[in-house]
């Protein structure tokens, strides 16, 4: 689908006079609010716990923080402090080359106050990534690994990307990522029941998802499980870790051991930040804020921070367009057209021809603020202007440029949103266009 983005924003008297063939824009409202870059240097995987009020955050080796950086700050916005390294130990478990760096942490205390730490490390004697664990008494560490792997599996490419969960019945599980693409074999998520402890393993584990998903590039990894409302909703990362497709998805199941179905769009790109974070991932969830690391120009992986809301058990992070199909929406005085050759859907919203005719479109939003609606559109007789509203209040106009039937373009209107679900209706002004979808960010 071809898209062009531009912003057309005008009160309605002032559109009436200034709205031409090629549409006006206004000084622009406010809109999107990007992530947050809360750490600008080196600082991936990022896993973040909250622990009397101050935050915690431990991430992937960095040379100039050490094996398991650690950082703190009295909100899990910032400001963050850098402390150094978490670990301190002389000498090492004899598994473990020091020399190769650590992957993706996870910190969760257990019952009796103690702290667990999930970590990856190159196993000396079979040169494969392996999951290990140590403990502390403080989440300022020291951490002490235990002498052997928890996980470490060759023959399956090695095991990386442990992170905790621990269900509603207070059961304790390990999920990680057996690296299958190292060897050109399946890369699979897993399910692991431990004792309470975290290090010992009960009985079989269950496949949860597995790279089997073109949009995946062979790679999935980083699980990340919260339990919503009596659903599971499996988070994770996909894609090449290097590159600006690496993205973070997700998958549902009503059962903690699944089926887990994937959601049809991923919850974070770099596109659908519209380039504001490159290659989101490495995902962790701290109460309402996802956090996650992004490529930084400067070189590295930056830590970034944004907004988290649930519409019903599907996530939604500010910042990141989410898309809603118009032909599921409300319609008045209009139709909905099927096999609408290049619409996202293959279905759109038609005949909105009239002063009676509209359509209505809830769209959630993590919290109050200001958003950009992006709408696909076609317009084919010449240019058309829908009115916008948001939950009945006041109108401003959207012009849609012509580029021809089934020819899909967009526009984009800032907005002010609650908290929530909100209504946002478009209604025909003058001429002739198609709705195809609302993605709101």
Not at 94 to 105: E, L, Q, S, V
Not at 164 to 189: C, H, M, Q, W
Not at 265 to 285: F, I
Request: glycine share 12%; hydrophobic share 35%.
């Amino acid at each position: 689908m071809t898209r062009v983005r531009s912003i057309l924003l005008l009160p309605l008297a002032l559109a009436l006079a200034l709205i031409g063939p090629g549409g006006v824009s206004a000084e622009p409202q406010a809109g999107t609010v990007p992530p947050q870059l809360v750490i600008a240097s080196d600082f991936p995987d990022p896993d973040v716990i909250e622990v009397d009020g101050t935050f915690h955050a431990y991430s992937t080796s960095s040379p100039d923080k050490g094996v398991v950086p650690h950082a703190t700050a009295p909100t899990v916005d910032g400001p963050w402090t850098v402390q150094g390294d978490v670990f301190t130990t002389d000498p090492w478990p004899d598994w473990i080359r020091t020399t190769h760096g650590f992957w993706a942490p996870d910190v969760s205390q257990r019952r009796d106050g103690s702290f667990l730490l999930y970590f990856t490390a190159r196993n000396d004697h079979n040169d494969r990534m392996c999951v290990g664990a140590a403990v502390s008494e403080d989440p300022d560490g020291p951490f002490v690994p235990q002498g052997e792997p928890l996980v470490c599996d060759p023959e399956e490419g090695g095991d990386i990307d442990a992170s905790s969960f621990v269900d509603t019945d207070g059961r304790r599980y390990l999920l990680y990522k057996n690296d299958g693409n190292a060897i050109g074999e399946p890369s699979v998520l897993w399910l692991q029941r431990t004792d309470t402890t975290g290090l010992e393993l009960l009985g079989r584990r269950v496949e949860l998802l597995r790279n089997n998903e073109p949009s995946d590039e062979g790679v999935i990894e980083a699980p990340t499980l919260v339990h919503r409302d009596g659903e599971y909703v499996l988070l994770f990362s996909a894609g090449v870790y290097s590159t600006g497709n690496y993205h973070t998805g997700y998958a549902v199941s009503s059962s903690l051991r699944g089926p887990y179905e994937r959601a049809p769009r991923p919850l974070l790109t770099t596109d659908t930040l519209d380039g504001a974070v490159d290659g989101p991932g490495g995902q962790d969830v701290v109460g309402d804020t996802l956090v996650f690391h992004g490529h930084l120009a400067s070189g590295g992986r930056g830590m970034y921070t944004a907004a988290l809301g649930w519409d019903d058990n599907r996530p939604v992070v500010r910042g990141s367009r989410l898309r809603d199909e118009a032909e599921d929406g409300r319609i008045h005085d209009a139709e909905v057209r099927h096999g609408a050759a290049g619409a996202s859907g293959g279905a759109v919203v038609a005949r909105l021809d009239h002063g009676t005719s509209w359509v209505e479109v809830d769209v959630f939003a993590p919290e109050a603020g200001s958003y950009t609606v992006h709408i696909g559109y076609a317009a084919g007789y010449g240019d058309a202007t829908h009115t916008l509203t948001v939950d009945g209040g006041a109108e401003q106009v959207v012009g849609y440029p012509a580029h021809g039937w089934d020819s899909w373009h967009e526009v984009s209107a800032n907005v002010q949103l609650q908290e929530g679900l909100n209504t946002v209706r478009l209604r025909h002004r003058s001429g002739f266009a198609e709705i195809d979808y609302l993605e709101t960010a």
